[in-house]
């Protein structure tokens, strides 16, 4: 049996902007990020960057500029970071990987400002995994990502997996980053409150279908999709 996870997608992402990539459980959000990301190959299609096709998943190979400037930030922070390495050495790899800083010494003092940046204490960088939260386990998986210089991060329902006190800390970080950095974000959510927060744009997907994509409040105050409006309905008012 064959099942198609996209079909015929086509979307947008404005430089500088969020899309925010909305649908229910098994629409295809998750398979979009990863085809972003060269983690998944699709069967057709082309992607571009700037105007420039994109090398597919098979022959994206390490050195390929892209693989650098997407970057992805999972949704389960506690399988993303190998607990077998302390923080500095999960930090640094991105910078040595993609060649962005060779002395060992400086690499240090990049991951430590990035820790700061991302809101923890510098003794952060010799500690493991383990001994942090989930909330804080996720802030060391976008230190990660941002250390890599991206130009486009891919954020896959980054805090789902986190208390609710803690998701609004994450959300407000991400957004405050992305401005900072200049960043272009693709936030894959199926939770809406949080995609408005965090989204210029929105892509709706059912059953691997574009349903609807536009401006993020013209889509909240008069959705035109009838799945979108089915979608709203069932939101809690924000």
């Known amino acids: 049996d064959s099942f198609t996870a996209l079909d015929s997608v086509s979307m947008s992402v404005r430089p500088g902007t969020v899309m925010g990539l909305v649908g229910e459980s098994g629409s295809g959000k998750s398979t979009m990020a990863k ?16 105007g420039k096709p994109l090398p597919d998943a098979k022959s994206r190979a ?10 992805m930030v999972f949704q389960d922070p506690y399988s993303s970071l190998n607990s077998r390495h302390r923080v500095g050495a999960l930090l640094a790899e991105p910078l040595w990987l993609y060649g962005l800083e060779d002395d060992a010494k400086k690499r240090r003092a990049l991951c ?70 200049g960043l272009t974000m693709l936030f894959v959510s199926h939770n809406l409150a949080v995609v408005r927060q965090m989204s210029d744009d929105i892509t709706v997907l059912q059953g691997g279908k574009v349903m609807e994509s536009g401006g993020s409040e013209p889509f909240f105050t008069n959705p035109q999709a009838d799945y979108s409006k089915n979608l709203l309905s069932l939101t809690p008012t924000l």
């Open 112 to 181: 430590a400002a990035m820790l700061s940046l991302v809101g923890l204490a510098p003794d952060a960088i010799d500690k493991y995994p383990h001994q942090f939260s989930g909330g804080q386990r996720q802030r060391i998986a976008v230190a990660r990502a941002l250390l890599a210089r991206p130009r486009f991060l891919i954020c896959d329902e980054p805090t789902s997996a986190l208390d609710v006190s803690i998701q609004a800390q994450v959300l407000n970080l991400l957004k405050d980053l992305q401005s900072t950095f």
């Open 35 to 50: 085809v972003l990301t060269g983690l998944v190959q699709p069967s057709a299609g082309t992607m571009t960057l700037d």
């Open 62 to 71: 390490r050195k390929d500029p892209s693989r650098r400037i997407i970057q």
